[in-house]
């Protein structure tokens, strides 16, 4: 076989991914989840515990939160701590590039030609570059394609399961709490291979031994370390929690629908902006493609294969945020079935798929992460962000120095919890399984001014609000336009957010303090 990481010309795909991976390291961060996962980590690793009391918000403070993603808080906390937002960018650039780099792997060991691995590659790069990687969920993705890939050349005799197979399920039992799909898949994979390889070794001739021996060894190492691998993932805070974290109520609450990863990928094919319409098009026409193969094929495919096939299609149906596993995991099983497909301009060396360079471009970024030429990176923060009102809050103190109870936008609430540590705790943030939905409802629904949004008001000076930071344009800007006439004077304004005190919100309004008209 033909070494992937030999060193030859950097091809057309090389230079492609060098700058795919240079607009991700550059680009503003979309997802405002890390900063409340960086201060997590940071409280964790002061404190050394792992289960903490809800330290970000008012509206739920002193709450037990369980935490299922404590190893990559922590790890983020240390990056940002020695080497700051360059840190972050360079953890981006690793959980974007190493799902594609594992893919073609794993399409490269299993015989694909490389006019398809070309635009494997091509499409993967492209279409992961529509969503933010900087994301737990990512490193969820990499143990199962880890997972499924090791199994997948276990069951056909292409290689053995090993002690990485637990090694992964203990990192993944401590990354997210996805990891309940690898123990479902693991449990669907032994129980299969029990009841065909049982069956195989009964029928097959007596006289054959040196077969059923083959079969009953590679069947006990699949035990021996599935077993082991289904303990190292309960290796972790709370494993019963997290098995009962997909039934919370919070999770069944219409708001999760407010979080545009949790909505169904239809709802996108006629939506602005064109380009996330364009890659859930990309998607359906890509998931046409496969499911024509795999059905003419069908008997390629392991029961568990099969299985895992349908289960990562119903999860991408439900929520946009499972459309990376199901592509990943399909065009692994898939892709090497499409033989007929050819096209020989993507057979010649500039057109190859190079893993070597793409580990040195890895190490490009990192020693540029690594040196002080990081910092004078353009574009450390989203556009989008209130940095400007979080500059004065961090300048100004609260009469009795206690954190100012701030009410934004959950995304705005986010991104407080990260610029002011502790000076300022917020109504709700992105952490969608955490908080009532009628709180989440009310980040969003309350600076609109939709539906019944005085007793949204109520419900949110009851919580003990202070201060509103608010929008001033747009849809989300209609309760500040609302208030504005009598309010000339508001504690902070910029062309893009205003705060106010919940006694002049109030006023404003002609509300006693705590009560809507």
């Known amino acids: 076989m033909q070494n992937p990481f030999r060193l030859t010309a950097p091809s ?20 405002l989840d890390f900063g409340w996962q960086v201060r997590t980590g940071e409280r964790i690793l002061a404190s050394g515990r792992m289960r903490q009391p809800e330290p970000f918000s008012y509206t739920i403070a002193g709450k037990d939160v369980p935490d299922h993603e404590w190893l990559y808080e922590t790890s983020l906390a240390l990056l940002w701590q020695w080497f700051g937002m360059a840190g972050l960018r360079l953890v981006r650039v690793a ?5 594609i780099l594992i893919l073609a792997w794993q399409l490269r060991r299993r015989g694909v030609a490389d006019d398809l691995l070309f635009l494997v590659v091509l499409f993967t790069s492209i279409f992961f570059l529509q969503f933010e990687r900087l994301r737990p969920l990512v490193c969820s993705t990499i143990c199962l394609q880890l997972t499924a890939g090791w199994l997948y050349d276990h069951c056909r005799g292409r290689g053995s399961v090993d002690w990485k197979l637990p090694v992964t399920f203990l990192l993944w039992g401590n990354l997210h709490p996805a990891v309940l799909m690898g123990q479902a898949l693991l449990l669907g994979v032994l129980a299969w291979e029990w009841i065909i390889g049982k069956c195989a070794m009964r029928n097959a001739e007596r006289g054959v031994m040196t077969e059923r021996t083959e079969s009953r060894r590679r069947l006990n190492g699949l035990t021996m370390w599935g077993g082991l691998a289904l303990v190292a993932s309960f290796v972790a805070p709370a494993p019963i929690d997290r098995l ?4 919370a109520p919070e999770l069944r609450h219409p708001a999760q629908r407010l979080f545009i990863e949790i909505n169904p990928p239809w709802k996108f094919l006629l939506a602005d902006p064109w380009n996330r319409a364009l890659t859930v ?9 496969l499911s024509i193969v795999a059905i003419r094929r069908w008997r390629e495919f392991r029961g568990w294969e099969w299985a895992m096939l349908l289960a990562l299609s119903g999860l991408a149906f439900v929520a946009v945020r499972a459309l990376g596993d199901w592509l990943l995991i399909s065009l692994a099983l898939v892709g090497p079935l499409v033989q007929n497909l050819r096209m020989p301009m993507f057979q ?12 040195i471009l890895f190490g490009v970024f990192a020693l540029l992460t690594f040196t002080p030429i990081s910092r004078i990176v353009p574009f450390q923060e989203n556009e989008a962000w209130p940095r400007a009102a979080a500059d004065w809050i961090a300048g100004k103190q609260t009469p009795g120095g206690e954190p100012w109870k701030v009410f934004a936008r959950f995304n705005d609430g986010a991104y407080l919890i990260w610029r002011l540590n502790g000076q300022a705790i917020v109504y ?3 952490r969608g399984f955490y908080y009532p ?4 409802e009310d980040s969003v629904y309350l600076p ?13 000076m009851r919580q003990g609000t202070q201060y509103f930071l608010l929008p001033v344009q747009g849809a989300d800007g209609e309760l500040w336009r609302r208030v504005e006439p009598k309010i000339p004077q508001p504690l902070y304004r910029d062309e893009r957010f205003v705060i106010l005190t919940a006694q002049q919100v109030n006023e404003a309004l002609s509300l006693e303090p705590g009560k809507t008209k």
Not at 448 to 460: A, I, Q, S, Y
């Open 437 to 440: 939905g009628e709180f989440l």
């Open 448 to 460: 609109r001014c939709e539906g019944d949004w005085k007793l949204r008001l109520e419900r949110v």
């Open 244 to 247: 009962l974290y997909p039934f």
């Open 428 to 430: 709700a943030d992105t």
């Open 281 to 289: 098009w990309s998607a359906v026409a890509l998931a046409l493609l």
């Open 348 to 359: 010649r060396p500039p057109f190859r798929t190079q893993l070597g360079w793409a580990s």
């Open 95 to 99: 959980l974007f590039v190493a799902p």
């Open 12 to 31: 057309v795909l090389t230079i492609l991914l060098a700058v795919l991976m240079a607009v991700v390291y550059i680009r503003p961060i979309s997802d």
